[in-house]
């Protein structure tokens, strides 16, 4: 069973940067597909970033950097120039193998989610 722990969520003014880190376990990591998503007040979850097993990258927008740190077993998340759409909770999720796709509905493992509240 693959688990996974958000962390880095906090207040942040606007412009600023933020660093997301996802913690897995339960699997061997070099499989794991893993990917970034937020859920605003009053929307859909949205998927912002992943990464597959090749280290292969998808971004649904600008200004973001998903890496994946084999030692740690992390995923992590930088936001760069912090929007006040960018407030809310950020969901790290997980599945074995495949692409980095964006949809909710391809990971069955998700974290309890960080969150982030952008303020001028």
């Known amino acids: 069973q693959v688990q996974l722990v958000e962390s880095g969520g906090g207040s942040v003014q606007l412009g600023g940067s933020l660093k997301l880190s996802c913690q897995t376990s339960?699997?061997?990591?070099?499989?794991?597909?893993v990917a970034w998503f937020r859920q605003s007040p009053g929307k859909e979850r949205r998927g912002v970033a992943g990464?597959?097993?090749?280290d292969v990258k998808h971004y649904d927008k600008s200004g973001l950097t998903i890496s994946r740190d084999k030692t740690k077993r992390t995923v992590s998340l930088q936001i760069h120039n912090l929007k006040s759409e960018d407030t809310g909770t950020y969901y790290c999720?997980?599945?074995?193998?495949?692409?980095?796709?964006?949809?909710?509905?391809?990971?069955?493992?998700w974290g309890q989610g960080t969150q982030v509240n952008v303020s001028s």
């Open positions: 339960g699997h061997t990591f070099s499989r794991l597909v």
């Open positions: 990464i597959d097993e090749y």
């Open positions: 999720a997980a599945r074995i193998g495949g692409g980095a796709g964006l949809r909710k509905e391809e990971y069955p493992y």
